[in-house]
């Protein structure tokens, strides 16, 4: 007697089960630390002027940890990582933690549109002439400088970020 | 006595109640007795209440020794984002979910303590308890909303700012989540059946009633999500088709589907098995998005909170989905149905169409959603999959759904020729045409478009045409004249109007929309669309909560509205856009401040380049969008007319 319930529902039992392995294990990050010839030494020290108005000193001495993002609205890892980065600055906002993005070949017209859409909870800088990216050899977005308090480069991070791994970057620069 | 005490003991309780629930059920079950199921989750609901109780005043007295309250307020956060801060993370979500689930158990159980000793209602409640024991078991581990803080700045941190600058975030998550519960109803019923093997019975149509309440605030609440997405976040849209989004919508489209299929089953005895399978579905897909938001594995632009959530979650998932499939193996070929569909057109024919739009649209979101962690797991790098994949399946999908909602409300039961439905639809059908032609002259000449205004005004007519039935059946009754929109079938129409609203409001609102950006100095003006915005004035405006650079704009020399750069109290570091809207039936004109200008530095930006006093705006007009908004209204209107039952049934 064909039973075609049968076969499809244990078939479908077994594909859920597998499934939830799957999707159960996967894990929530994946350790992105690359190496960069500027680990350990000093950051590229400027003055950038922020999207919504004022400026912000990156690099040197701060009583702050620094977190400089490079990013672009055009950059699809960026949308992954923007939220991830906002939950991040959001919940070290009070622990001298300083969440600064920088922008990379953007427009800053697209910059904004893309704040107001990701709502990013971090201001961003304007890097004329990709100056700053360039001090810090930076070739593609998204990357991430995690600058301890004496100003030293404490990680580079390659590709989208998550807030664990920040978080963990943060703790090797206290 | 504190409330890290208190919360954890209520959490305890009602994970015990729950417990001895379905070990009084698992006795009742073999003496053959009705168990003590109502008064076991009324205690068990009293501990919810107890723990939500906690929380509240914890939340309103700004009482920041739980970490959860000292993460999520402020001493300054106004009362209403008080109480809503406790489904403005997971924790608190959890206990919301909890709360709502116990609500649905005592319902279920008191609805049914006439037929308390039935093996069904007894599995069922049994179910249902077990699903409350799980959610108590992650607030009383992974997800606990009662941890204890150690430190603690002595003004709290407050509300994220984007839960704070709009009131539609105190209805939307919990409707949203009546709707995720509503689903566990006839999961747990179509498990008893399955267990019991009484699968020939006719629950899931009795529980038609609470399923499209639930259907109901899941639809509203999705709508809302929308509104407030729009209101809030500045980019003029309304829907990302981010996965948070998609975890909401999954459901939606399954539980639709089970809504129409289980008509089937009523009227014909047809597809029973087919809808357990759905309710099992559709409850499935409420955990597995619950997985999706809360557990970090899939990346969102909503996952504002990550957890370990992922595999208790899954392992969840696994046991209850992985046991439904095995039991409809098990029992599911008792019960396939001698007869069939005798005809592709008649109404069940037409109904059978929907569901395979219906599950066939919700396979391909669910691929959308995760195909990027199976493609992490294979290649190791990182993708999105964006809203063009999404559009591309749900734009025809929609066209065909929405030629199916004309065409089944005229269709017959059983047999139906197409000759009796073009009869049928005929005179819509030129009304229809003529609506579309009107739109051709007034200047829309794009094929997209105009396919859709036709259909819609079909489906609509159609809508119309039964509501007209109704309406001259109850004057024949000579019941009042309202007495003709309640009911069932009368509801559903209601709820299909509302529904050609949105599809309206979507189409018009995607495929005209104007955006662009303007830079003004004081006084002057820009036109978009035949609309024409005035910058007349830019101030500071603050209170206890915000301070905001607000921009006066007039709009067409007569509204005045007000785009804004926000900055909340406690979180000064961050600015957000809130967007000043001119909204009417016909269009709305929706302004952003984007910046405001430095005159300092040179280069390529826009906003850089501003003189000092002038401001850059982005301007987005979107015809009809608000029908949108009217659309989910009366979506939610239709389904609770739908509980009304008339006097004669």
């Known amino acids: 007697m064909k039973r075609p319930l049968f076969i499809a529902g244990t078939g479908a039992a077994i594909f859920i089960v597998i499934l939830s392995a799957f999707l159960g294990t996967r894990p929530a990050a994946d350790d992105v630390t690359a190496s960069s010839p500027l680990l350990g030494k000093a950051a590229p020290v400027a003055t950038l002027s922020l999207l919504h108005g004022g400026s912000v000193h990156v690099g040197g001495p701060s009583p702050n940890i620094t977190v400089i993002n490079f990013w ?53 800088a304007v890097d004329n002439g990709g100056q700053y990216a360039n001090a810090c050899g930076v070739t593609a977005p998204p990357t991430t400088y995690v600058i301890d308090r004496s100003g030293r480069v404490a990680a580079v991070l390659v590709g989208a970020v998550t807030a664990s791994q920040l978080d963990h970057a943060v703790v090797m620069a206290q | 006595m504190n409330a ?27 003496r053959h007795q009705r168990g003590h199921a109502l008064i076991l989750s009324a205690l068990m609901l009293l501990s919810v209440v107890a723990s939500v109780t906690v929380m509240q005043v914890a939340l309103i007295t700004h009482n920041f020794s739980l970490s959860y309250v000292a993460e999520n307020n402020a001493t300054f956060t106004p009362l209403i984002y ?30 049914y303590r006439s037929r308390a000793a039935d093996a069904v209602v007894q599995w069922a409640t049994g179910i249902l308890f077990a699903v409350v024991a799980f959610f108590a078991l992650l607030m009383a581990g992974p997800a606990d909303p009662f941890v204890r803080a150690v430190t603690y700045s002595p003004q709290g941190a407050g509300p994220n700012a984007l839960l704070q600058d709009n009131p539609l975030v105190a209805i939307h998550p919990p409707l949203l989540y009546t709707g995720f519960v509503g689903a566990t109803i006839p999961f747990a019923f179509a498990m008893a059946m399955l267990i019991t093997g009484r699968v020939g019975e006719a629950w899931m149509v009795e529980l038609r009633r609470f399923t499209v309440v639930t259907w109901g605030a899941l639809s509203v609440g999705i709508v809302l999500g929308a509104w407030w997405s729009y209101q809030v976040l500045g980019w003029g849209g309304f829907w990302g088709w981010d996965p948070v989004e998609n ?54 632009v909503h996952a504002f909170s990550t957890s370990t959530l992922g595999p208790i979650l899954m392992g969840f998932f696994a046991l209850t989905v992985g046991a439904g499939a095995l039991l409809v193996a098990w029992r599911g070929d008792a019960l396939r149905s001698p007869v069939g569909i005798e005809s592709p057109s008649s109404r069940e024919g037409l109904f059978v169409a929907n569901n395979i739009l219906f599950i066939g649209f919700a396979i391909v ?31 025809p999908a929609s066209i065909v759904l929405l030629l199916l909602m004309a065409v089944a409300p005229v269709a017959g039961w059983r047999r139906a020729t197409p000759a009796v439905l073009w009869r049928r639809l005929r ?27 036709f259909l819609a005004a079909l489906a609509a007519g159609s809508a119309v045409r039964s509501l007209a039935g109704s309406w001259r059946a109850a004057h024949q009754r000579g019941d009042a004249r309202w007495r003709a929109f309640t009911g069932p079938s009368a509801g559903g129409m209601v709820v299909h109007l509302g529904i050609v609203m949105m599809a309206v409001a979507i189409v018009s609102a995607t495929s005209f929309v104007s955006r662009q950006e303007f830079s003004l100095a004081r006084g002057q003006s820009a036109e978009i669309a035949g609309n024409v915005v005035t910058f007349d004035a830019l101030r500071s405006v603050s209170d206890s909560l915000k301070v905001q650079t607000q921009l ?42 984007d910046a405001v200008g430095q005159g300092t530095v040179s280069g390529p930006q826009v906003a850089s380049n501003l003189p000092t006093g002038s401001v850059a705006i982005g301007v987005t007009v979107e015809p009809m969008i608000y029908w949108m908004w009217i659309g989910g209204f009366v979506v939610g209107l239709g389904s609770l007319l739908s509980l009304w039952r008339r006097r004669d049934s």
């Open chain 1, 72 to 124: 672009a609205s055009w950059c699809g890892p960026c949308v992954t990582e923007s939220p991830e980065l906002s939950t991040f600055a959001w919940n070290n906002r009070l622990d001298h933690v300083t969440v600064v993005g920088v922008l990379f070949n953007d427009l800053a017209s697209n910059a904004l549109a893309f704040e107001r859409q990701y709502g990013n909870l971090f201001p961003t």
């Open chain 2, 4 to 30: 890290t005490f208190l919360g954890h003991l209520g959490v305890w309780l009602s994970g015990m109640f729950a417990l001895v629930g379905m070990v009084d059920l698992a006795m009742a079950r073999r």
């Open chain 2, 82 to 111: 008080s109480i809503t801060g406790m489904w403005s993370n997971l924790e608190g979500s959890i206990l919301l979910w909890a709360i709502l689930l116990a609500i649905g158990t005592v319902v279920i159980v008191f609805v």
């Open chain 2, 247 to 300: 975890s909401a919508l999954l459901p939606w489209l399954t539980g639709t589907a089970y809504l129409h299929s289980v008509i089937v089953q009523d009227r014909r005895g047809l597809l029973r098995m087919w809808n357990m399978v759905l309710a099992i579905t559709t409850f499935a897909l409420t955990i597995l998005g619950t997985f999706f938001t809360r557990s970090g594995v899939v990346q969102s």
């Open chain 2, 365 to 395: 979101v669910l691929l959308g959603t995760v195909f990027p962690i199976l493609y992490q797991a294979v290649n190791g790098s990182v993708v999105t999959v964006g809203a063009p994949y999404f559009v591309h399946v749900a734009a």
């Open chain 2, 427 to 453: 005179p819509i059908a030129w009304i229809a045409l003529l609506i579309t032609m009107t739109c051709w002259v007034a200047g829309i000449h794009r094929v997209v478009p105009l396919a859709a205004y």
């Open chain 2, 552 to 593: 006066v704009v007039h709009v067409n020399g007569g509204t005045i509205i007000l785009p804004a750069i926000t900055s909340f109290r406690g979180r000064e570091s961050q600015d957000v856009a809130t967007p000043g809207i001119d909204s009417s039936l016909w269009r709305d004109v929706y302004v952003t401040l």
